[in-house]
């Protein structure tokens, strides 16, 4: 088993940034991806970006260069620092971890609880 625990969220004014993280900690052989998604009220659940375990990375089209994904590897956390808020950024921000337990284990995926974050004007 994985727990994921999220910290960095909270209220921002527009323009401004945060600093999320999410640390994994339990039985982990490898992980394989980490990533972050996002829900905002009355919409679904889209991908804001993710990191490889080759540090390769991917963004949701509307990050635009504003966010940016890291990993420690040493400390299985996954950061996501944002700048240049704006309002339509406001949701509650999921990790999303893949994982294998072992070297013939099979992969699992785990969620944080969700951070908010809110970007007021």
């Known amino acids: 088993q994985v727990q994921l625990v999220e910290s960095g969220g909270g209220l921002v004014q527009a323009g401004g940034s945060l600093r999320l993280s999410c640390a994994a900690s339990?039985?982990?052989?490898?992980?394989?991806?980490m990533r972050w998604y996002r829900q905002a009220p009355g919409k679904q659940r889209e991908l804001v970006a993710a990191?490889?375990?080759?540090?390769?990375?991917n963004y949701g089209d509307f990050v635009k260069g504003r966010f940016t994904i890291s990993r420690d590897n040493a400390k299985n956390t996954v950061y996501l620092q944002m700048n240049s808020l704006k309002q339509e950024d406001t949701a509650v921000y999921y990790c999303?971890?893949?994982?294998?337990?072992?070297?013939?284990?099979?992969?699992?995926?785990?969620w944080g609880q969700g951070t908010q974050v809110t970007v007021s004007s």
């Open positions: 999303n971890v893949g994982t294998i337990t072992s070297a013939f284990g099979l992969p699992n995926d785990y």
């Open positions: 339990g039985i982990i052989f490898r992980i394989n991806f």
């Open positions: 990191i490889f375990s080759g540090n390769n990375t």
